[in-house]
């Protein structure tokens, strides 16, 4: 399955409400995770099983999808958020999405 | 604390071989799966291989099968990636990972290393 993330490049303000892409080339039956990773740092697991918020992560973080499409919502953009964002699905084979970069205005 | 610290990165020539360790503490390392996933450069990330909790079944994509080889010594927690026929595309930093199984829930790669860089080039 190949993971399609979009937009490659995010530019958001403080505050807003941030809403991120990732499409499947078929059905992902939910098993899909986002991950986030700041520069230099390791990924970090954000949301698993399409819409579940792993232990710590903020409130402001929630996703959504079923079938082919999901995404990943930032309620009110910290500028903490500053990363690179992954979707990666674990349904069939293990595949990330190529990534959305999130620059803060 | 889940810690998993991975060594033995370095510079290697196109066609070598290099050994990457992960050691792993803070859980039973013999209860888990574990992974390596690397990231070229500027780049995504790439799954590279997984290993069963006794070592008995291991996967790979056809980017590196054949050529890289996981293992794991249960008693030392350490997970190993034996990198055969180095090419340039494999230059990247070499995360390892674990994913998690609880009460009916799978959590995928919960926890990583803070990655070891790679470098193929002659």
């Known amino acids: 399955i190949q993971l399609t993330q979009s937009p490659s490049l995010l530019s958001a303000s403080v505050g807003d409400r941030v809403t991120l892409s990732c499409k499947g080339s078929?059905?992902?039956?939910?098993?899909l995770a986002w991950y986030q990773q700041k520069l230099g740092e390791a990924p970090k697991l954000l949301i698993y099983?399409?819409?579940s918020l792993q232990t710590g992560i903020p409130s402001r973080f929630s996703g959504s999808g079923s079938g082919t499409d999901y995404t990943l919502t930032i309620s009110s953009l910290h500028s903490e958020d500053l990363a690179t964002y992954y979707c990666?699905?674990?349904?069939?084979?293990?595949?990330f999405g190529s990534g959305t970069k999130l620059e803060i205005k | 604390e889940v810690q998993l610290v991975e060594t033995g990165g370095g510079l290697v020539q196109p066609g070598r071989s290099l050994k990457l360790s992960c050691v792993a503490s803070?859980?039973?390392?013999?209860?888990?799966?574990m992974y390596w996933i690397r990231q070229a450069p500027g780049k995504g990330l790439e799954w590279v291989s997984s290993i069963n909790t006794d070592g008995g079944s291991t996967y790979y994509p056809d980017s590196v099968k054949g050529r890289f080889t996981i293992s794991r010594d249960n008693a030392e927690n350490t997970v190993y990636l034996q990198m055969n026929s180095l090419r340039s595309e494999d230059t990247a930093t070499y995360y390892c990972?674990?994913?998690?199984?609880?009460?009916?829930?799978?959590?995928?790669?919960?926890?990583w290393g803070q990655g070891v860089m790679v470098t193929v080039s002659s």
């Open positions: 990666y699905q674990y349904n069939n084979g293990l595949t």
């Open positions: 078929q059905n992902i039956n939910n098993y």
């Open positions: 803070g859980f039973t390392f013999s209860s888990y799966w």
């Open positions: 990972a674990k994913d998690r199984y609880y009460d009916g829930t799978y959590y995928p790669f919960d926890y």
């Open positions: 099983k399409t819409n």
